[in-house]
Nanobody
Framework: QLQLVDSGGGLVQAGDSLSLSCTAS?????????????VAWFRRVPGKEREFVAA????????VYADSVKGRATISKDNAKNTLHLRMVNLKPEDAGVYSCAAAERSWEEMSKRAPDEYQYWGQGTQVTVAS
């Protein structure tokens, strides 16, 4: 089974930068490997719905960002190392939350990229706390 493990969270000050990683292992039930999946980062704050942050096409070429992080976040996928990364700069208190990576088998063109239910595999999440 495809497994995703998130890491890199922590406590930072507003204005700081942070890098998150997601490491994949195994294969999906369909037999597909991580390098064929479209992947994304979401975040969740208690009492709120899971929020889309950024997505990247399986090849790593195309990206999509939430307006709230555009210009401050960079998502990247390393298919050789089966990893997904999220680099965020100029962090704000509202960026705090549990960040999880997610992988989708659907075609990039068929996806909105922003809906959690489009993704079949999820990391366990890593906590990001931003102190003001």
């Amino acid at each position: 089974q495809l497994q995703l493990v998130d890491s890199g969270g922590g406590l930072v000050q507003a204005g700081d930068s942070l890098s998150l990683s997601c490491t994949a292992s195994g294969r999906a039930f369909s037999g597909r490997a991580f390098n064929t999946f479209n992947v994304a980062w979401f975040r969740r704050v208690p009492g709120k719905e899971r929020e889309f942050v950024a997505a990247v096409r399986w090849s790593g070429i195309s990206t999509v960002y939430a307006d709230s992080v555009k210009g401050r976040a960079t998502i990247s996928k390393d298919n050789a190392k089966n990893t997904l990364h999220l680099r965020m700069v100029n962090l704000k208190p509202e960026d705090a939350g549990v960040y999880s990576c997610a992988a989708a088998e659907r075609s990039w063109e068929e996806m909105s990229k922003r809906a959690p239910d489009e993704y079949q595999y999820w990391g366990q999440g890593t906590q990001v706390t931003v102190a003001s």
